[in-house]
């Protein structure tokens, strides 16, 4: 019975805190509790790189899980282990000190006594109940629970059946509105559609009469012509006669000749000039109409756009990306190059949220195939160019980036962390000390939390600014340097990468890291103490020279879905960033 007992000890110890039941494939996480591990896997979202300990909330990241081999030897010791006590339960319970049967239960220690051991110093004052008692006041707590419970189970049950009916009503709803925006917009292009069928049957029309018009009036215009000839060959003939015969009836010969008369034919008549005019009119009156509603419908999407997307967190952005690559209602892009309706060429159009998830691509690592045909140029001479720069040993020729105008920036009070200090020309932000992290983020949505961090404007939504950032600190002080998406995540466990919206740099007084994709930190030779950052919207790129030397020394490739912000995150206490100009 002890082993029996030791077992059922043990069982509680390799229980599973999710499931309930014994450890399948057991494993830990960084905070040193233990899950199976298809529990703790389906405990987050299934996008989320990053998940919380279902026990003491601690945020660890998926890939950190590590199977626990010892506690795999364990259960299959503790199973064959019940496996040999479980005839057992058909012998009578006796104890094995006194060799006498049980017949007593203690409540203080939970055990099993003999009469022997009822008496003894140990449990003589206790309170200890006959087995059958015990089993019977136990049973009525059992039931107590069991009843509990069941209400539990039964609320539960209501919880979820209101919520699947708030889901299906959710869904409802929006199905409802997806075939409500698709009847809009056929009828849309149905007004449309029939106006234009319209204009060109209205100008097909015209363009017919116009013709039947013309062949009138050349007809008319020949025949008055021909009649024109013969009179002028008959008077032509006439001058080559004798005096005699020249003078016969030339009275009658000169007045038919004055009396001939050009009958001017319409060439277009008044009624067809003025059904063009008016068909002008009319399309002038609609590409007119057509152009505002199309200004104010691109202005109204992109604030509808900006507060879709305001908020969203990592696995939503993530969600949004995937569904939109996947569908296969969606128009494939033109092929670089392509003519566009207004002329010129178009460049491929890249999903909305795709520079945040298949993002930017590090100048050692992009394919040029991978980039738009006008950014691949450009990558291309960049290659070059820093090839034969490593190759000679000195440092590279000032670029178009080194040699264009530094935008004046400053930094955006209304980002920053609590403890993060601005001068009062908004030029220069300090970390004084690291204070103990506030479990309570500021009521300012806004604000960077936990990471101390603050973002610098204005933003980039068009054309190429650059700027600088001088790194002082002890040792030289560490930080994070770069640019930010405008929707990038500013609450929570940041992934500083590319795929995220952030493209920077880690730069300490020991070394400077390319943070790219899966949180990989690529190493650089670089020791830069004072960054320019460029960021080319148009080509998407966010460039990283050192100021002082004018050397490059670092590219991120991406296409921004909007505005860009300077980006600053502190790493050590001490350290200050201060912004030039």
Known sequence: MAGQHFASTLQEDVTCPICMDTLQNPVTIDCGHNFCLGCIMLSGEASDDVLKCPL??????????RPNWLLVNLVEKIQALGATQAPAESRELRCQKHRENFHYFCEQDGKFLCVVCRESREHKFHNASPLDEAAQRYQGQIQAKIEVLQQKEKAISQVKAQGEQKINVFMAQVEFEK???????????????????????????????????????????????????????????????????????????????????????TPVSSDLEKKLSDGKSRHDSITEAIKKFRENLQADQKKDKSKFFKGMNESLLKSWYLLENSNPKKKKPSEPG?????????????????????????????????????????????LQSSGSSEKSGGVAAPTEELQMALTPVTLDPASAHPDLVLSEDLKTVTLHLAAADDPEAPADPERFHPFRCVLGAPGVAAGRRAWEAELRGPDGGACVVGAAAEHAARRGYLLLEPGAGFWALRVTGAECQALAESGEREELPARPRRLRVCVDHERGEVLFHDAATGGHVYTFHASFPGRVFPFFRLLFAGTQVTLRP
């Open 179 to 265: 075939q409500r925006v698709a009847a809009e917009f056929k009828r849309l292009r149905q007004v449309l559609k029939e106006e234009e069928k319209f204009l060109l049957s209205r100008l097909a029309w015209l363009d017919q009469e116009g013709a039947k018009g013309r062949d009138i009036f050349t007809t008319s215009t020949e025949a008055q012509l021909r009649s024109l000839g013969k009179l002028v060959d008959s008077l032509r003939a006439r001058q080559e006669l004798c005096p005699s015969e020249l003078l016969w009836g030339i009275k009658v010969v000169l007045c038919r000749s004055e009396g001939f008369q050009f009958l001017t034919p």
């Open 338 to 382: 392509s003519p566009s309706p207004g002329g010129g060429t178009t460049e491929p159009e890249l999903p909305l949220l795709q520079p945040l998830f298949r993002a930017s691509f590090a100048r050692k690592a992009v394919s040029p195939a991978l980039l738009p045909a006008r950014s691949r140029a450009s990558y291309v001479e960049g």
């Open 56 to 65: 003491c909330s601690k945020s660890v990241r998926k890939d950190s899980l």
